[in-house]
Structure formats: structure tokens, C-alpha cells
């Protein structure tokens, strides 16, 4: 398995890919699926500043379009690492949170403020939140 370190390593190298010219705030983000593959994004921003684009919701879309619909394993999220070129530690937006929520994301690594591994239980960054399997409960 791949440990946290290797993780956000995996990050720092996703962030030095950063399209931020507008911010100058690089973010990386590397995602370990549950059968153990490994997915990485950056931010890219835009002239249009709304439309930028998370490093966190780039690395889960980069595992959509790498795996098939069927299958269920690739396609859960077991840890996501960030990493913040310019900030530490660098928590996931609220927009990610609940993307990465999609994905049954367990835990998020980021780097303690001197750079160490600081790991949280997802539910602890997104509690009480609404997910897939709700819309097809009663009631
Ligand atoms: N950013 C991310 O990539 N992930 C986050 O969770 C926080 C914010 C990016 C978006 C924008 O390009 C820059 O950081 C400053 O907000």
C-alpha cells in the first residue's frame, strides 16, 4: 500500500503542474483508489476566474476517465493527498469535499506545518453530508 509520504510527494509533484497565474497558489492533489491505483491533479485557472478548476476535482475526474463504469473498486476513493505550494497545511475546499464524497473518499492526508503527514478521517471534514445513496432511500 502506499503510505502517506509517497502520497503527498506524489502531490508536491502534481502542484509544481499548476495552472495558476492568476492566484499564484499551486495545488496538487494525488488520490490512492481502493484497489490501490493512483491518480494525480492540479488546479488550472481561467481568465474567466469562476471556472478554475480544483486540483482535488481534477485528479477524481482524471480517475473517472481512466476506469470503466463496471468498475466499482477503481472507482472509490480511498485517500486523497494535498498539497498547497504556498500553504500548509492546505485543506480541501468545500466544493471538493463534497466531490470527493462522490467517490466514498476515507481520509485526506495534507502537510502539517512543517511538512509531516497529517491525516484526518473524511467524516471529519464533511459530517453529517449528503452522498449517492440518499436519493434512492424512502424517506
Ligand atoms: N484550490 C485547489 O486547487 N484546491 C482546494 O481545495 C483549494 C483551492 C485552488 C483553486 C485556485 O486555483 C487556488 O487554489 C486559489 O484558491
Request: proline share 6%.
Amino acid at each position: 500500500m502506499v503510505d502517506h509520504a509517497t502520497l503527498l510527494a506524489r502531490a508536491r509533484e502534481a502542484a509544481e503542474h499548476a495552472y495558476a497565474p492568476y492566484s499564484e497558489f499551486p495545488v496538487g492533489a494525488a488520490l490512492l483508489t481502493a484497489d490501490g491505483c493512483l491518480y494525480t491533479g492540479c488546479n488550472v485557472e481561467n481568465a474567466s476566474y469562476g471556472l478554475t478548476l480544483c486540483a482535488e476535482r481534477n485528479a477524481a475526474t482524471t480517475m473517472i476517465a481512466n476506469t470503466e463504469p463496471s468498475d466499482n473498486a477503481g472507482r472509490r476513493i480511498d485517500t486523497v493527498a494535498i498539497v498547497g505550494l504556498k500553504a500548509r497545511p492546505c485543506w480541501p475546499c468545500g466544493a471538493c469535499r463534497q466531490v470527493l464524497r462522490e467517490f466514498g473518499c476515507t481520509t485526506v492526508v495534507v502537510e502539517g506545518e512543517n511538512g509531516e503527514p497529517l491525516s484526518l478521517a473524511f467524516d471529519e471534514l464533511l459530517p453529517y453530508s449528503f452522498g449517492p445513496e440518499h436519493l434512492s432511500k424512502e424517506a
